[in-house]
């Protein structure tokens, strides 16, 4: 009998849900790891959280006892920046009024866009973007004063649509959750770069060199992880260790080309 994997070269992974719940590593983590690395299967970890830069994440997992450089992971931030980049291209001045944590920060920073404070907002500055993802310490202030900058014409980008995330507790809300409190009030609608649309596992798949018919995507969410990946032409793998159940997969429609329990049953059919 054939392997189920054995075409598949490249492996994009999500990271929470499926490398870990919070600070808790999953069972077989470095075992995943030292498979792909004895199989010389390329790989990319692509997270929507915004929170982390790619070195953090970096860190995080080297204290998990697994050696992954910041060139093989990509994140919702970076994604956002560079399309921020892209988008002006050429222009200068153009400001931000950023609702997220260190790694959403850096990145825009990093792309040469001066940051707005709530304060500046407040005061009156006018952001020429306004841009959200998670954050567990946003305030009522900030959210007010990026709905503010919305009313008045900023340009209105969101990270990712989660509206939740796993944790060792539990499922708990999300950048999605923020980005609906700016939208609700606005009613204007984000533009959204994270998974389920294109431009990560674009960025992916650029780095790792592959194509849609030898890389799978390997996530905990149906709507983000597999839909993204099955309207970019990847294969799907999705694992039960995170959001999605078995019976969200008939009751939304999303059919993944295969499904695991978690890290453990992946590695040994790899």
């Known amino acids: 009998?054939?392997?189920?994997?054995?075409?598949?070269?490249?492996?994009?992974?999500?990271?929470?849900?499926?490398?870990?719940?919070?600070?808790?590593?999953?069972?077989?983590?470095?075992?995943?790891?030292?498979?792909?690395?004895?199989?010389?299967?390329?790989?990319?970890?692509?997270?929507?959280?915004?929170?982390?830069?790619?070195?953090?994440?970096?860190?995080?997992?080297?204290?998990?006892?697994?050696?992954?450089?910041?060139?093989?992971?990509?994140?919702?931030a970076e994604a956002t920046a560079a399309y921020l980049r892209q988008a002006y291209d050429g222009q200068t001045a153009v400001t931000a009024y950023v609702v997220g944590e260190k790694g959403l920060h850096d990145a825009i920073t990093a792309q040469g866009f001066p940051i707005l404070s709530a304060t500046q907002v407040r005061d009156g500055a006018r952001p020429d973007v306004v841009v959200v993802g998670f954050s567990r310490d946003a305030t009522y202030k900030e959210l007010a004063m990026g709905a503010l900058a919305v009313h008045k014409g900023a340009r209105f980008i969101g990270t990712n649509p989660d509206p939740s995330f796993p944790s060792e507790l539990g499922p708990l809300p999300g950048a999605g959750a923020l980005i609906g409190f700016i939208q609700i009030a606005t009613g204007v609608e984000p533009t959204l770069i994270g998974k389920p649309g294109p431009i990560m596992f674009q960025q992916a798949m650029r780095r790792l060199g592959g194509t849609p018919a030898n890389t799978a995507m390997v996530g905990d969410r149906l709507t983000t992880d597999i839909l993204g990946a099955k309207n970019a032409g990847l294969h799907t793998i999705l694992l039960l260790s995170g959001i999605s159940t078995r019976a969200d997969v008939a009751e939304l429609g999303i059919y993944p080309d295969l499904i695991f329990a978690d890290i453990v049953e992946l590695t040994a059919v790899l």
């Open 1 to 76: 009998m054939s392997k189920p994997l054995a075409h598949i070269q490249n492996l994009i992974l999500d990271m929470d849900g499926v490398l870990w719940r919070g600070e808790t590593p999953m069972p077989g983590l470095a075992e995943l790891f030292a498979t792909l690395k004895e199989r010389q299967m390329g790989y990319m970890l692509a997270t929507n959280n915004a929170t982390k830069t790619a070195e953090m994440y970096s860190e995080k997992l080297a204290r998990f006892g697994v050696d992954v450089p910041p060139a093989h992971i990509v994140t919702s």
